[in-house]
Every structure is written in C-alpha cells, then in structure tokens.
C-alpha cells in the first residue's frame, strides 16, 4: 500500500529526496492536504501565487483566457503535478490560468513562506526546482523558434502549440472563427475549410464557437504544413 511519503516522493520537486530528508522536511514544513468535489475552482487566474499547489490524485482543467478576452485555452491533466511552479517569483508573481477540478482530486499546498525558510535549502529540492524552469524555458524556446508553417492548417495547428503547456492529451479553445481568421492572418472561409479537413481526419471535433483536440500529440503528428 502507498503510503504518504511514496506519494510525496513522486512528486516534481521531492524526487530525488530520501525518505530521512522528507521527515525532517515535514517536520518543519506545514503541508497542506486538500480535497477538491468534480467542477470545483482548485485555483483561479490572478490570485497572487503564494504557494506551490502539488495534485497528487485527480485530473484536472486549466484555462487561459487572452488579454482581450476574445479567446480561450483549456488543458487537461493528471495527476502528480504541479501548478506553475514559475508563477511564484519574478515580475509577476500571479496565476496565469484557473485551475478547476475533473474528478475527485487531493492536492497538497506549501506556503512561499515554507518554501524560501526551509526547502530552499536543501539541494536536491533546489535542483529539481530549476531544472522544472528550466525546462519550461526550453520548451518555450524550441517553440518560438519551430520550423515556419505556411498553410492555413500549419498557422492554426502553430497558434494551438503556442498557447498549451504540454504536447499531448485533450484541448479546448473557445474562439470566433472571425476572430481565429485574423490571428493566422487568412480569410474566414479558409480557416473553414482547413479546420473542416481536420476533423474530416479527426483530429478535431468543431462546435459552435468550439474546438476540441481530442488528442495534441495526434494533432501534431498528422497536421500539414
């Protein structure tokens, strides 16, 4: 049976610690075991970053909106992870997305405070830290510089890419095919039509106002250029 410090072990930033290091960690670190029903706000957009939150059960929805509202992003995920772990220093210091509830989820928070007096400390939780932001800028780099797309379905499928986290499982993104049109620099009717090839080869599900990827790393594989 899984016991407590095996499921805190698997977490981002704990792996790599012993299990001697985790009780002294918990000895003096406040851990915060939380609940969360289906459909219920876990974290929202614009609240100030003054925790790590680790899901250890469950799955959930985070959703972007843009600055203008005129669009919006939802990702899915499982767990383990950890909620923009980025968030919590620099010049913003906000939650980008709302992070809402799938399923029954267990999460566990850590205040900064905890954070920068004690984990801080200790190297591996230190590295691990890092090496999470790390990757992310790498991530966001090989992105910006991806090979150029120039069909319409490429410019879409480059726009969705630019504006998820991860490369795989389900997203949503709630746009205005006027609105979609004039972000891949292309007329109405075009946006249309690519996006109705693309289902045509499911690799997405339209709805009124909707766009639904069953599968990002499907899309990615079999998109054209």
């Not at 954070?115 to 830290?129: M, P």
């Amino acid at each position: 049976m899984e016991t407590m410090y095996d499921t805190l072990l698997q977490l981002p930033l704990f792996q790599g610690l012993s299990k001697e290091d985790l009780t002294n960690i918990l000895a003096k670190v406040k851990l915060h075991f939380l609940r969360f029903k289906d459909d219920e706000v876990i974290l929202e957009a614009g609240t100030t970053c003054d925790l790590f939150m680790f899901i250890i059960k469950g799955a959930i929805s985070a959703t972007t909106i843009s600055p203008d509202g005129s669009y919006e992003v939802t990702e899915f995920v499982h767990a383990p992870c950890l909620l923009e772990p980025q968030s919590m220093f620099g010049m913003n210091t906000q939650f980008v997305s709302t992070y809402t509830a799938q399923t029954e989820v267990q999460a566990v928070s850590i205040d900064k405070d905890f954070v920068v007096k004690e984990l801080l400390k200790y190297d591996i939780f230190r590295l691990n830290y890092i090496n999470q932001i790390g990757y992310r800028a790498q991530l966001l780099a090989a992105k910006l510089w991806s090979s150029e797309r120039l069909s319409v379905e490429g410019r879409i499928v480059h726009f969705l890419q630019m504006h998820t986290e991860r490369n795989v499982g389900r997203k949503e993104l709630k746009v205005k095919m006027e609105r979609l049109a004039h972000i891949v620099n292309d007329t109405r009717l075009s946006v249309s039509r690519a996006l109705n090839d693309m289902q045509s080869r499911g690799l997405l599900r339209l709805s009124r106002g909707e766009i639904v990827i069953p599968d990002m790393a499907l899309l990615l594989r079999n998109s054209r250029e």
